[in-house]
């Protein structure tokens, strides 16, 4: 992947016609969906082809549905892994050989997993992961607790309490008796059992995590390896999973990584913030880091590294926004557990900078983003292309389209869309943005990046302080002023930090860079980076060698500035060192600031290199300045969703105005050697700017013609091949009156538009129309009201139309009486009723049960009504005419999760057991048949139903979900035990579980499935 980085001896001269020439290992690299339809190799073919011709050079392969049911999708035709699967993957590698295209593979084992662990620990019971949970009891007198029926007890504690309930001493551990503890001691005090639960995957188990890579990874090796290096050129890892709380290894391997006993201590994971308990806390997550580092982080970059390959990666939420809780909850320690990636970074709800900021300290070629999920059919090219502005800025290079689908199947399957290809109106030009894109992150991906400011990680600070239970207001207070500095990059909800807001870039910085960073020239110097000032956000507690190395930093000119508090405790060392470094505060000598606000005046001893209206990025190649400016911060759109919540991104409510670009606009620059040219990333063409010398500057004028990007290169007066911007332009008035011709674009050939398949573009179709209902006296094709204004039509979608009314949600006693039979003027409903209307092919119109599996998946649901939102004792009452030629004998289905009671032609035909859905004999009549039925929900719910009439009722039945007859209760277990017989000897069964907590499935005393907490 660093095949591409400038070498010390190449010239500006020779960058330049690299950039000219896009890269083809710098174009988009989509994520290619193999699901919705059986696999096919023309088809594959030919789809990379469409790509190629796009200008897309990359693929990532993934598999929504790898091996059963996931996000409401079918599982996918073949499942992940199969022979069946490994042919197709292997003659798309000969062909994408022969295409140029390269490949990038999934693991399969975070997002959208293929239960391969579950597999792993299914035969391997030791593998299983382990959390810490507990269970209290507060008061006076004699305390008991046992531990829950899964658990695994560890240890047991009391607390003292006061007469508020606060601590009101130190711990005290107690013995347990098996599985329970208990104590007499004298007041109110809160006894604690500690225990662990299995749960999920081991990654702190080395050799499990062997077993993963070697299930994976080197399957694809030996499947796969002749491929490696020109055509599989990496690897794509989408959240993994956390690094649980415990581990059938961490007890000994914690006594030998820090010399004491952890359960000894245990306690402190949940009560105390005193110092003991800090250090505990800290040692605790230090180890958690340190064993997944050496289990699964480092194996897998050693192994890309052996390979030739590199991994790309985006975490979890709140792990990759940067929140340091959060990962810390997740991954331990982010930063030092995600050096171990060649491309770290994520998708649009996480954070370039932090990522961007890992890339420059460990060397790192590229920065991942995967972007835009979810962001709908309708966006343009323009507009996603603003929407990148602020992650190139902050330093991502590596552009992940999502997505790219193998199928729509007829326009209804779709997976968090757009689907970025062939598929779009806009791809008869897309290999313009695609080059423009590789452009940009090819030039952004050499040389290093400039920046004066670096902002501690507040790691310690925050393992110091998060419990097993959540943070304490020391480690939140740290993430809170972390995140007010640096700001966030959620999609449509970006938050400007205080630097951002200041126009100052910088990196955050990790304990371990700063440990092993060399002071000299004012500056810490880590690797090509340099930084004169440093940042500490509101950190209670940080190491000791931090401290000395910062210590060293302010003796040798850095600025240091401590937000909120300085540190009042400093791990492994005397009181002496520890004075030692405050004193630097007391003394002025470092800066102690009560807010973030007034961090921009205690910066401006440092001067600005760029002055500009929005935040730069400075980079460096070989000698030559390079910057890149965007016309608007953080882009031209502007979110206009009015929910207060935090899923703007998936209904993408926004307005793109590109008024609102700075074009052109004005920056200043100091410090720049030689002289400034325009790269322009649309066309490869290199132009002069205009630059005025002012006092000790020098200001130029960009010009954001081609695109809201620029790009700015400092080099000498010896570069050839620069293109004169400008010249001669004339206004033609093309006239108020235009013809336009319709040109299809699209292709139908394997049936992503419509049903059934054929090659070439659908007709051209209109779904949406208006209707308007004649009165009397009034004759719509007389008075042509197809000719007139359509001011009092009512729009209408086809296929869809009103076929019952009900009453609107009311109490159960305020619930109608049913009718007796149809009224004379044929009006069902009753004063304040609603229609129901939906389609007898689509359902209800844009069913929401859609968006949390973001997207239809070729099925429509078969609840066709949906009431909304409904609380205990409150229901609906719904009725409709059916018509029917003959008398005939048939069964009422009725399905919802409510009670249910149903009349036909005014006759009671019964009231439903328990269950969703209901079946009843009932007896239709030739002609007009009055139905009427009442759902009263037994709990607050999301009312959905549908109705049927149908003639086989056995058939038509449908599994029911198993609800434990009583509560169930935390870390216990629950058994569900059915007996069956078969007439003939089995060969192979496939069940199909859902369940909402972890399962297993055993089948005549043997595992044979283990599902749940792997993904």
Known sequence: MTSKSLQATQTLDQLAQQFATPQKEFSPVPIWWWSGDQLERGRLRWQMEQLIKGGVYNVIILNLAPTSPLYGSDPDRPHFLTEEWWGHFLNMCEDARELGMRVWFYDQIGFSGANLQGVIVRDNPIYAGQALNSVTVEGTGTLSLECPSEGAPIAAAYVPLDAQGNPSGAPVSINLNGRTASTDAVGNKRLRLMYAIRRGFDYFNAEGCDKLIDTVHREFERRAGQYFGDVIVGSFQDELPSMLTWSSVFSESFRQIKGYDLTESIIALWEGEDAHAEQVRVDYHQVRAELAEKAIFKPLFDWHRQHGLVCGVDQQSPGRTGQPTGGVQQYANYMQTHRWYDIPGSDHHGNAKIHSSIAHLYERPRVWIESFHSSGWGGTLEETFDWLLPWLRNGATLYNPHAVYYSTWGGWYEWAPPSTCWRQPYWQHYSVYANTIARLCFLLSQGSHVCDVGVLYPTTTVQSGLTVDGPLASAQAANDMYTTITGTMMFLQMVAGTLETDKRDFDVLDDDSIQRGQVSNEALQIGAEQYKAIVLPDCKVIDGKTAAQLTRFVEGGGLLIAI?????????????????????????????????????????????????????????????????????????????????????????????????????????????????????????????????????????????????????????????????????????????????????TLDNRYGDLTKPDFEGAPAVQTWSLAHRTEQAGEDGVRDQWFAGEASNWQPVMTTFGTYGTWSGIRKAKELPTPLSAVPANGQLAGEGWCTAEYSLQRGIYKDGIHVPNLGPKAHVPEEFLDFGHVAAGSGVQFRTTVWSDEDKSCFLALAAPARKRAWLNGEAVGESAPGYLWTIPVQLKAGMNLLEWRLVAESETDLRAYWAFVTDAEAFARPERMIPADKAQRDSRIEYIYSFEVDFEPTSMVVQISADSSCKLIVNGVEVGRQGGFD
């Open 564 to 744: 909120g508090q300085m540190p009042d405790h400093i791990l492994g060392v005397g009181a002496g060192q520890a004075k030692a470094f405050q004193d630097l505060f007391t003394s002025g000598k470092a800066i102690l600031l009560s807010k973030a606000d007034d961090l921009a005046a205690a910066l401006k001893s440092i001067p600005q290199q760029v002055e500009a209206p929005v935040p730069v990025l400075h980079r460096r190649i070989n000698g030559a300045d390079v910057l890149f400016v965007p016309a608007a911060s953080p882009h031209a759109t502007v979110n206009t969703d009015t929910h207060s919540d935090s899923l703007s991104w998936l209904r993408a409510n926004y307005k793109f105005d590109p008024a609102r670009y700075q074009n052109p606009m004005t920056i200043t620059v100091r410090g720049f050697e030689g002289t400034p040219q325009l790269w322009d990333a649309v066309t490869g063409e290199r132009h002069p700017v205009k630059a005025v010398a002012k006092g000790d500057g020098v200001e130029i004028e960009i010009p954001f013609d081609s695109s809201p990007a620029a790009l700015l290169i400092w080099g000498d007066d010896t570069l050839g091949n620069v293109v004169e911007s400008g010249g001669s332009s004339s206004v033609s008035d093309l006239g108020d009156v235009w013809t336009a011709t319709l040109e299809q």
